[in-house]
Structures are given as C-alpha cells and as structure tokens.
C-alpha cells in the first residue's frame, strides 16, 4: 500500500529547474548534429549550500542516452575545473600576487613531464593570466608548492568524494573523478568563502581572474571550464554573486570526441 500524504522536503525552485531543463535542450537541439547529446547542470544559492535546480540528464526516459544516469553524482574526470582552487590555495599561503610573473616552460617531476593543451609554452606569465588562460604546466608547478597536502588535502577536507589512491601532480589537471555535485559545492566557496577554509581576499581575487570578458556575458560573471583526457567530457562552472551553476556535457557510455573542448568566451 502507497504511504499517504508522502512529503519529500526539498530546496528545488521549480521555477529555476524549468528554466535550466530548457535551457540544456535549447543547447543540444543546436549542437545534436555535432553528437552532443547528454548533459547535466547544477545551481546552487552559495549562502545557504542549497541546490535549487538539478539536472541529471538531457532527457529522463530516452534510453538511448541512459537518460536515468544521474550525471549530477556520477564520477567524472574535471579537466581544469580545479585550477581556480591552486591558485587560491597559493594566494592563500602567500606565494603569488595576481602579477606574479610564473613560468610556462618545460619542467620535470620525477619522470612526470607536463604539456599544455596546445602544446606550447609562453614563458613568463603573470599568475592572474595563467589562470584565465587556463596553462597546465603553470599550475601543476605552483601545486607543487602548495602546503599542507595541497590540493589534494584541501579537497578531501571540502567533502569531496574523491578515490582513495593518492593523485600526485596530476590531480592540478583533473587526473581524478569526481561529482558535479562536489564540483558546484567547491565553486560556492569561492562565491560564499567558509571561516577557515579559503580567505574572502583569495577567492575575490581568483574570481576577478576568471571574470568573463566577452561582451555578451552578464557583468560580474566568473567563469572556468575544463576538458577530460581523451575528449570525454566538458565542463563549465560560472559564479555570479550568490548563484553558482555547473554544467556538464558528454556521453554516459564515455566514449570521446575528438574536437570537443570547453572554452571560455
């Protein structure tokens, strides 16, 4: 027998869930023909932690797509999705300014040998433009300062669901998996910093960094994005006063797709 007057408290505005739901079917109608098919997004009201739209899928009952995969708790590699937190932490422990001129040059740990994305090197860079332009090699060299576990260390103590083996420098360029829950929490810390945790000066400054500089954008939107190993998935988590929204789009299956990067704008 069904319970009666079954009451499932909950934080979702219906309003905001509606408005995301056909937001990410607007965006997969334009690109279904370039084989994006699937995609999650969570918005969360940063002063409070709540989750006020959830989207698990592009579409719940198409089985093609394992529509009843939640890709808002399904581990996923992050891409750069976590640079934003190297920088903090660095900023944090007072080893960079924004201006702080770092090097994008070849550089070896112990038989690691990290590349950027493009291949390429551009020497000296200031840190705040080391981020916006998302460098790999720059920031896996500033995780390598970091103390106190670094960035490992701080994620675990943030409540993120990461696998036990230990990740090494990789982790600065998403060598783990984690949730797009976990990820949209971690980005409402640089919105709505926690006492003891991340520095209201580091996370103003890391996200004046990542501010979005295309005319189109909203004024005062923050933005990062990142692209998984193998094109598998992409990522892009904004933040704009109290509101935080992360998006991701792949294949539940995982299989890549050669071309498919998340670019800021």
């Known amino acids: 027998k069904e319970p009666e007057n079954l009451t499932i408290p909950t934080t979702i505005d219906l309003a905001q869930q509606h408005e995301i739901e056909q937001s990410i079917r607007d965006f997969l109608d334009r690109w279904y023909s370039q084989g994006l098919h699937n995609a999650s997004a969570v918005l969360l009201h940063a002063p409070t932690g709540e989750i006020r739209a959830s989207v698990g899928s592009a579409e719940f009952h198409d089985v093609a797509i394992s529509g009843q995969v939640d890709g808002t708790i399904a581990p996923r590699s992050p891409g750069s999705t976590l640079k934003p937190f190297i920088y903090a932490l660095a900023l944090d422990a007072g080893l960079i300014h924004p201006q702080t001129l770092l090097d994008d040059a070849p550089k070896r740990f112990a038989g690691y040998n990290p590349e950027n994305s493009d291949r390429q090197f551009l ?52 060598a783990t998996e984690m949730r797009l829950e976990d990820l949209a929490k971690l980005y409402a810390e640089l919105a709505y910093p926690q006492q003891g945790k991340l520095s209201p000066q580091a996370c103003w400054l890391t996200l004046k960094a990542l501010q979005c500089d295309d005319p189109g954008a909203p004024i005062g939107l923050s933005c990062k994005t990142g692209t998984s190993n193998g094109f598998r998935d992409a990522w892009a988590c904004g933040v704009m006063g109290d509101w935080v929204l992360c998006v991701w789009v792949g294949h539940f299956d995982g299989h890549g797709m050669p071309g498919l990067l998340a670019l800021e704008t």
Do not use: Q
Not at 139 to 155: M, Q, S, V
Not at 164 to 171: D, M, V, Y
């Open 123 to 174: 020497g000296p860079i200031a840190a705040s433009e080391a981020l916006r332009r998302s460098r790999n090699v720059p920031a896996i060299k500033l995780a390598n300062r970091l103390p106190d576990g670094g960035l490992e260390t701080f994620l675990r103590t943030s409540g993120v669901d990461l696998p036990e083996r230990s990740h090494g420098l990789a982790l600065a360029i998403g």
